[in-house]
T-cell receptor, first 113, second 114 residues
Framework: AQSVTQLDSHVSVSEGTPVLLRCNYSSSYSPSLFWYVQHPNKGLQLLLKYTSAATLVKGINGFEAEFKKSETSFHLTKPSAHMSDAAEYFCVVSFGGYQKVTFGTGTKLQVIP | DTGVSQDPRHKITKRGQNVTFRCDPISEHNRLYWYRQTLGQGPEFLTYFQNEAQLEKSRLLSDRFSAERPKGSFSTLEIQRTEQGDSAMYLC????????????FGDGTRLSIL
């Protein structure tokens, strides 16, 4: 069975400071891992994906994530938060030929001016 | 690539009515997924198609729900005899075939049951 845990339901940072959104996963197989962002009343936009190539993955809008197998983690980071980063972020794990995915419960990021 | 489009964006209806939503996936994507998302929660898987074949349905998909993808392109999700608990955002996603291919989401249809 696979599962994903987002450790913080809300994170608040000041504009210009680093962002860290935490995600731990559980999977019996080598997983594919994704981070998505969702702005209010919108669908989910892919930020980045890990698919067993480089463990440090760079995504859009300055975000990156590091796959750490020993810690079963895939935390999302950004060096400097921007007001437009305020949104909800979902960590997603998938495996298997038919690509069943499991979503985390989401982390709401608040950026304070 | 015009992205995944969903129609309508919003639907308000009275309890007991039937509703139908449409999803147009990215044209070269053979996989199509439906999810339901309630306030403050992540998306929950409902069902998934590979081409025109419906390969998996969640326990969440009661017999009032039916989904089709008749020609392997667009899909419809119908809810019959709607209930208050059906109020949610219904998201559609599509992808290429492989577990490492990300799903691309539409902006969803928000359903409100009066």
């Amino acid at each position: 069975a696979q599962s994903v845990t987002q450790l913080d339901s809300h994170v608040s940072v000041s504009e210009g400071t680093p962002v860290l959104l935490r995600c731990n996963y559980s999977s019996s197989y080598s997983p594919s891992l994704f981070w998505y962002v969702q702005h209010p009343n919108k669908g989910l936009q892919l930020l980045l994906k890990y698919t067993s190539a480089a463990t440090l993955v760079k995504g859009i809008n300055g975000f990156e994530a590091e796959f750490k197998k020993s810690e079963t983690s895939f935390h999302l980071t950004k060096p400097s938060a921007h007001m437009s980063d305020a949104a909800e972020y979902f960590c997603v794990v998938s495996f298997g030929g038919y690509q069943k995915v499991t979503f985390g419960t989401g982390t709401k990021l608040q950026v304070i001016p | 690539d015009t992205g995944v489009s969903q129609d309508p964006r919003h639907k308000i209806t009275k309890r007991g009515q039937n509703v139908t939503f449409r999803c147009d996936p990215i044209s070269e994507h053979n996989r199509l997924y439906w999810y339901r998302q309630t306030l403050g929660q992540g998306p929950e898987f409902l069902t998934y198609f590979q081409n025109e074949a419906q390969l998996e349905k969640s326990r969440l998909l009661s017999d009032r729900f039916s989904a089709e993808r008749p020609k392997g392109s667009f899909s419809t999700l119908e809810i019959q005899r709607t209930e208050q608990g059906d109020s949610a955002m219904y998201l559609c996603a599509s992808s290429l075939e492989h577990s490492n291919q990300p799903q691309h989401f539409g902006d969803g249809t928000r359903l409100s049951i009066l």
